[in-house]
């Protein structure tokens, strides 16, 4: 399992820029990258049309709710929508490139049949001063950010650049995440030291903008990025970060004491002696090899459950 979760944290990282991946970037990627350019505002304009007549339309059944930051919401399309539509952007280049004679289909048959890595990213970037989540395309040296425009109302649609001038990062640990979550999705986030069983993969919790207490649903490439390191990104969290002293208001607790049944739940917050058994038991299934998929989606149907109970101040 743990090899394939090293698969996890790769589809979400960038690939690393060998002599080849720089080779092929300056002689084809940058070259042509203004045709490109062109290609993905064309197919960015169409996803547009698409999406904005189809999709919200079913958004209009949640039309009296508030719009919720970190929440996907598209009645404020492009806003918030990388994922989105950077996967609906790659799809169409992957079934076009070897079948299309579209000059910028031509390109990038080139690039990869030459070795060249095209490939998803996630990760953070800087939009008008700030860091915010942005979902990326890498091709070897070169990035395009299809989705440009979804942190900020105004922003053009495409852009793109070499990978070190772009200011791109790859998500490397816990803290970097949450040093974006916490202004981004305005979000105030707590340390899970109440439910000391779920904490070496689910070392926090957050208070929405609109008061709904929640466990962050992490993208698998973090939660495997954590496993990988037996552990150690969430026990940061818990022991070391800037966070570690932070506690539940009073009321939500009360909602969880009335609300959840489950039998981990440490009401004035787990002491130290029994955080650190729980990572050496975390560490303990991952040194024999009992740490697999279904104990991982048990955790999983825990944090979903908790989250279903829509605990709001």
Known sequence: MLDGMQNWVDERHTAEVDATQ??????????????????????????????????KKEAKSNAE????????????YPIGCCHLIRDQVLDILEGAIGHSMAPCMTVL??????????????GIKQSRGRRVFQNIIQAGGYIFDPASDTASFGEKK????????????????????????????????YPNVYFPDLAPLYPF????ANGTLCFDSLSRSLVAMNVLSGGA????????????????????????????SSSDFCR???????????????????????FDEKMLDGMNEEIRCFNEMELKA
């Open 158 to 189: 495409v852009t793109h650049g070499r990978l070190e001038d772009f200011g791109f990062e790859d998500i490397e640990s816990y803290e970097q995440y949450l040093d974006v979550v916490e202004p981004y999705w305005v979000v105030d986030v």
């Open 109 to 122: 048959d080139e690039f990869r049949s030459e070795g060249g890595v095209l490939k998803p990213a996630w």
């Open 268 to 290: 004035e917050g787990a002491s130290h002696e029994k955080l650190v058994d729980s990572f050496d038991i975390f560490r303990h299934f991952l040194s024999i090899g009992e």
């Open 233 to 260: 990104e969430a026990e940061k969290i818990i022991f070391e970060s800037r966070i570690k002293d932070k506690r539940l208001p009073e009321e939500y607790l009360e909602m969880i004491v009335g609300s959840c």
């Open 22 to 55: 720089e080779r092929l970037t300056s002689d084809i990627i940058v070259p042509n990258a203004g045709l490109i350019e062109r290609q993905l505002v064309g197919i960015r304009d169409h996803i547009d049309k698409v999406i904005e007549v189809k999709l």
């Open 205 to 208: 919790f957050y208070v929405r």
């Open 65 to 76: 709710s508030d719009p919720v930051p970190g929440v996907f919401d598209l009645r404020r």
